[in-house]
């Protein structure tokens, strides 16, 4: 079983939708989450993270996290012909560690159409 | 200020040939890392570096070698290319080397690899 999952896609949403994305995970012990955003042909960005349960909002980004389900959600409020990328969860489990292992999902495409 | 660069952007490599990709960058960061990335598998870490003269295997370092001899520049090898390791690879730099988004871990533009 994977550490990280996430449904690949491609989703394929009009301007102005609400966007949902997904991961969900293998393992208690991660505790940090986090959301990439990658454009074509470029390297992956970071764009939220959070610590354990609860939401994070940023903007017309919320990130959540259900560490009972262990389940993470992105969601793009107001979505943009911009928002148009693949979208990468990554799961962190010990944070103190010297580099502290990332996992990666494997992302999903999303394109916004105007 | 380019943050981190990749050499070269695109390769076609033989099987059996060997070559180095090149990281560099200009943050002063410690912590620098390799990571590769294929349809459906997501990122998968390599090597990395937590300083000056020391690296360190990933979760997939087999028939690939780094070295860090200046901060500002990561090397990886691959002495005997294999269909196999035909992958985005990218390039990755930090300040602590806390992977959580505390600190970001900044990506270069990746060096797309072909080895037939």
């Known amino acids: 079983q994977k550490e990280v999952e996430q449904d690949p896609g491609p989703l394929s949403v009009p301007e102005g939708a609400i966007v949902s994305l997904n991961c969900t995970y293998s393992?208690?012990?991660?505790?940090?989450f986090m959301w990439y955003r990658q454009y074509s042909r470029k390297g992956p960005e970071l764009l939220m993270y959070?610590?354990?349960?609860g939401n994070k909002e940023d903007g017309r980004f919320t990130a959540q996290v259900d560490k009972s389900s262990k389940y993470i959600s992105l969601f793009i409020r107001d979505s943009q012909p911009s928002d148009s990328a693949t979208y990468l969860c990554a799961v962190l489990a010990d944070r103190g560690s010297t580099l502290g292992r990332l996992y990666f999902g494997r992302g999903t495409q999303l394109t916004v159409w105007p | 200020n380019a943050g981190v660069t990749q050499t070269p952007k695109f390769r076609v490599l033989k099987t059996g040939q060997s070559m180095t990709l090149l990281c560099a960058q200009d943050?002063?960061?410690?912590?620098m890392y390799w990571y590769r990335q294929d349809p459906g598998m997501g990122l998968r870490l390599i090597h990395y570096?937590?300083?000056?003269?020391?690296?360190a295997k990933g979760e997939v370092p087999d028939g690939y070698n780094v070295s860090r001899l200046k901060k500002q520049n990561f090397l990886l090898g691959l002495e005997s290319a294999a269909p196999s390791q035909t992958s985005v690879y990218f390039c990755a730099s930090s300040y602590f080397g806390l992977a959580d988004g505390s600190d970001t871990q900044y990506f270069g533009p990746g060096t797309r690899l072909t080895v037939l």
């Open positions: 570096s937590v300083g000056e003269g020391t690296t």
């Open positions: 943050m002063n960061h410690e912590y």
């Open positions: 959070t610590y354990s349960s």
């Open positions: 393992n208690s012990a991660f505790q940090y």
